[in-house]
Nanobody, 118 residues
Framework: QVQLVESGGGLVQPGGSLRLSCAAS????????MGWYRQAPGKQRGLVAT???????NYVDSVKGRFTISRDNAKNTVFLQMNSLKPEDSAVYYC????????????WGQGTQVTVSS
């Protein structure tokens, strides 16, 4: 069982930056992949970015070149550096984890609000 706790959300003006963090705790040996999803009001939760323990990354097209996902395997922590933020990036951002390569993203944090507005 893994618990995920996000931090770093807030209000930022368009063009600004934010850095999200997510720390995993619990009883496990390692985590195969960690990542971020987001959900805006009235929309389904969707992928933002994921990263494996080996450093392989995957991004949704709308954030490529603006967001960077990174990970500290020793501390079981994942980060999302968000630059050039747009109003359409506003959403609740959820941290997620997949324990094994053959599994699904089944562990979720409580979410952190990101609002991009002038």
């Amino acid at each position: 069982q893994v618990q995920l706790v996000e931090s770093g959300g807030g209000l930022v003006q368009p063009g600004g930056s934010l850095r999200l963090s997510c720390a995993a705790s619990g009883t496990f040996r390692s985590i195969y992949a960690m990542g971020w999803y987001r959900q805006a009001p009235g929309k389904q939760r969707g992928l933002v970015a994921t990263i494996t323990s080996g450093g392989f990354t995957n991004y949704v097209d709308s954030v490529k070149g603006r967001f960077t996902i990174s990970r500290d395997n020793a501390k079981n922590t994942v980060f999302l550096q968000m630059n050039s933020l747009k109003p359409e990036d506003s959403a609740v951002y959820y941290c997620t984890a997949k324990m094994y390569a053959w599994g699904e993203f089944g562990s979720w944090g409580q979410g952190t609000q990101v609002t991009v507005s002038s």
